[in-house]
């Protein structure tokens, strides 16, 4: 049973920058394209950022280009992003998700596995 363990969220103020971080488990890691999704209040889930299985395609969501950078480590099962210049539009509840192909895609309903979500607020 695969599982993904965000962490990393927080309380910070605006222009802040947080990194998040998802650690994966069984699953190859390396197989999958990892990405993060987000869920603000009253709104639907929006596309963040993807990696495909190697680091040398991404590709992000166009509120986060130029803020948001998205990285893996495979040696340690393990995904981040780095969000920089955060504003307050950013506040909700990011998700990490795995997709079993090697494909980009902003679609979440294409991912096979998610984690529980890491809330991160930012304050004006």
């Known amino acids: 049973q695969a599982h993904l363990i965000e962490s990393g969220g927080g309380l910070v103020q605006a222009g802040a920058s947080l990194r998040l971080s998802c650690a994966a488990s069984?699953?190859?890691?390396?197989?999958?394209?990892m990405a993060w999704f987000r869920r603000a209040p009253g709104k639907e889930r929006e596309f963040v950022a993807a990696?495909?299985?190697?680091?040398?395609?991404?590709t992000y969501g166009a509120s986060v280009k130029g803020r948001f950078s998205i990285s893996r480590e495979n040696a340690k099962n393990t995904v981040h992003l780095q969000m920089d210049n955060l504003n307050p539009e950013d506040t909700a509840v990011y998700f990490c998700?795995?997709?079993?192909?090697?494909?980009?895609?902003?679609?979440?309903?294409?991912?096979?596995?998610w984690g529980q979500g890491t809330q991160v607020t930012v304050s004006s």
């Open positions: 998700a795995a997709r079993g192909s090697m494909y980009l895609d902003p679609r979440p309903i294409l991912y096979d596995y």
């Open positions: 990696i495909g299985r190697s680091e040398e395609f991404t």
């Open positions: 069984g699953l190859p890691f390396s197989d999958y394209t």
